[in-house]
């Protein structure tokens, strides 16, 4: 049985397409004081998953989004169920192409299928109308079958409309959906990327003893 689960959880690593690896435990919290780290841990439990709740990661680059987005899909994956993590814009690519294919509905109950989609960088580049909508109907259909995404964006919510197309009408409708069951967790801090590079500069200029 412990065999099995152990297959099983590779096989959902492999699935879930990951751009890399990163635990929970590996997030320095005092690095980033303005977050709640309650709320980190209250995710971390998975209850989102039975509650059908979304969690939409919001901040300025290198705060560390894409990892707490990743560290918390992994545990899905460890809990034993499929996931799958891709951009906003290679979702969108993916499904505009599918409709040139005829197989937009495949790639759409393809996107239902796993029981956490991480839909990464919302925001980072512009979609035109085609791509809008498509990134608009996966958010309709997981919302309607309770099936949670995990999101990260640096666009505030007021600014969605630019992600949307400049659709307003569309921009909210998402949004109605997507933060009807929610957790959102703002991050206001400084880039850890920056900081990083901060540290190791000013090491490197400390004089020599
Ligand atoms: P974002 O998605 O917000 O742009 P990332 O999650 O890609 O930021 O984080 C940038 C890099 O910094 C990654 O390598 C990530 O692992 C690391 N990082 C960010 N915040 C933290 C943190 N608080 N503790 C440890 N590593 C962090
Ligand atoms: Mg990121």
């Known amino acids: 049985m412990k065999e099995r689960h152990r ?33 980190i841990e209250e995710l971390a439990t998975l209850r989102f998953l039975s509650e059908g709740r979304n969690t939409v990661f919001l901040g300025p ?67 035109d109308r085609t791509q809008a909508s498509l990134l608009f109907q996966v958010i309709c259909n997981r919302y309607e079958r309770n099936q949670p995404i995990i999101l990260t964006s640096n666009k505030a919510f007021g600014e969605w409309a630019t992600v949307f197309a400049e659709d307003a009408v569309m921009a909210s409708a998402a949004l109605d959906r997507l933060l009807h069951r929610s957790t959102v967790v703002n991050i206001r801090g400084d880039s850890y990327r920056l900081r990083e590079k901060r540290k190791s500069g000013s090491e490197s200029a400390a004089p020599q003893k």
Not at 10 to 37: H, V
Not at 87 to 108: G, W
């Open 7 to 39: 297959k099983r959880v590779q096989l959902n690593l492999q699935f879930a397409k990951f751009p890399f690896i990163k635990r929970l435990q590996e997030f320095d919290y005092t690095a980033q004081p303005g977050i709640d780290r309650r709320l």
């Open 61 to 127: 680059p290198g705060v560390g989004k894409t990892m707490l987005a990743i560290a918390l899909t992994t545990m899905v994956a460890e809990a034993g169920h499929r996931v799958y993590f891709t951009t906003a814009v290679d979702l969108a690519t993916k499904l505009s192409k599918s409709i040139e294919r005829n197989q937009l509905h495949r790639q759409l109950n393809m996107l239902m299928q796993p029981k956490v989609l991480l839909i990464d960088e919302v925001g980072y580049l512009q979609l």
